[in-house]
């Protein structure tokens, strides 16, 4: 009877081990594929900063274009009211102005869409990284305690 019971315990403590061997490895798995992905993460947040800056810099240069833009559409408008004599030819150039204002504003609304969509962009990955670190945190953190 004692024996059946130390070969129970024996056996008991043989299953424990292989199941703590088992989960060990599978942390390590765990852990690598974490890691791999904290190291995509890290890219992505590269590649977005990259991005935005970019974004930024072009929507401020497409901001300066329309307001020369504008200026000019001003200046060209008196000049208009001002040699009137000429007449048809003027008003053609009037009109090349004006599809090139409008072709410049439908390229703008066009790209506004696209930052906007950027912007949302970053700022799921922004969420999804403040997400990451705030779960590493917390593991670190609970490392930390159980020490």
């Known amino acids: 009877m004692v024996n059946l019971l130390y ?17 060990a490895r ?33 929507l401020q240069k497409t901001n300066d274009l329309a307001a020369d833009i504008q200026q000019k559409s001003e200046s060209l408008n008196s000049v208009v009211d001002a040699v009137k004599d ?6 053609g150039f009037n009109q090349s102005v004006q599809a090139i204002t409008n072709n410049v504003e439908n390229t703008l609304v066009k790209n506004q869409d696209k930052i906007a969509q ?26 930390v305690r159980s020490n």
């Open 26 to 58: 599978t942390l390590k798995s765990l852990h690598t594929t974490l890691d791999s992905v904290s190291k995509t993460l890290v890219g992505l947040e590269r590649q977005l900063d990259g991005v935005t800056r970019e974004t930024t810099i072009l």
């Open 118 to 143: 950027i912007v949302q962009y970053s700022k799921v990955f922004m969420n999804i990284r403040d997400q990451w670190r705030a779960k590493k945190a917390e593991q670190s953190r609970t490392r």
């Open 86 to 91: 000429v007449g048809t030819s003027v008003q």
């Open 7 to 23: 070969l129970s315990v024996a056996l008991i403590a043989i299953a424990f081990t292989i199941l703590v061997i088992y989960v």
